[in-house]
């Protein structure tokens, strides 16, 4: 299964892209979805332990099963006052 993940600030500039479409096989977990990440774009790899993949605008709970239909965005941490 293809899914596209948007990526947003520095993660996308890390990335070089706003958008990565990436092969899931068995696993359609977030963590899956973060980990094959990591392996196509190295660049983001270290990013990713602080972020949070959010699945149709909701982030996504550990046993989420992604499906190809769904809309992903990979979340990372913010702050601010």
Same mark, same amino acid.
């Given at each position: 299964? +293809? %899914? @596209? %993940?948007? !990526?947003f600030g520095p993660i996308a500039s890390a990335a070089? +892209? =706003?958008l990565c479409t990436i092969a899931l096989? +068995? $696993?359609? @977990? *977030? /963590?899956? %979805? !973060?980990?094959r990440l990591g392996? &196509?774009? *190295? /660049?983001?790899q270290p990013l990713l332990s602080g972020c949070r993949l959010a699945v149709n @605008?909701?982030? /996504?709970? =550990? $046993? +989420? %099963? &992604?499906s190809n239909q769904d809309e992903l965005a990979v979340i990372g941490l913010v702050s601010g006052g």
């Open positions: 299964m +293809t %899914v @596209s %993940v948007h !990526l070089g +892209t =706003p096989e +068995t $696993d359609r @977990s *977030p /963590a899956a %979805v !973060l980990r392996e &196509i774009c *190295p /660049a983001i @605008s909701r982030f /996504a709970s =550990p $046993d +989420t %099963v &992604i």
